[in-house]
């Protein structure tokens, strides 16, 4: 796992919103609404243009989890009943 990959992600994160709520004070926008639009904002940027680094976040933690093992002796019956289709009531 390389740690400078959640350094990064988290930072541009960071950045982003920080960016975006100084914008939105400098428009002479109230600091709780700008903390809003900030918060979606960012989150929306960040969801459509870091999906690469995403990516690698994920990939980082699932070779973490997979290193670990299974946390759970039932984890594989639980996720074989969560990916089964559930029978209607009708």
Same mark, same amino acid.
């Given at each position: 796992?390389?740690?400078?990959?959640?350094i990064?992600?988290?930072?541009? !994160?960071?950045? %982003?919103?920080?960016?975006?709520? $100084?914008?939105?004070?400098?428009?002479?926008? &109230?600091?709780?609404? /700008?903390?809003?639009f900030?918060?979606?904002?960012?989150?929306?940027?960040s969801?459509?243009?870091?999906?690469?680094? !995403?990516?690698e %976040?994920?990939?980082?933690?699932? $070779?973490?989890?997979?290193?670990?093992?299974? &946390?759970?002796?039932? /984890?594989?019956?639980?996720?074989?009943?969560?990916?089964?289709?559930?029978?209607?009531?009708?």
């Amino acid at each position: 796992m390389k740690v400078t990959r959640w350094i990064r992600y988290s930072v541009i !994160r960071f950045g %982003l919103f920080g960016l975006v709520f $100084a914008g939105l004070l400098f428009a002479d926008i &109230a600091w709780w609404i /700008a903390a809003l639009f900030a918060t979606v904002i960012a989150f929306a940027v960040s969801y459509i243009f870091l999906g690469r680094q !995403r990516d690698e %976040l994920a990939a980082d933690i699932k $070779a973490r989890v997979e290193k670990r093992g299974t &946390a759970d002796d039932d /984890a594989d019956s639980e996720d074989a009943a969560l990916g089964s289709p559930r029978e209607s009531d009708s």
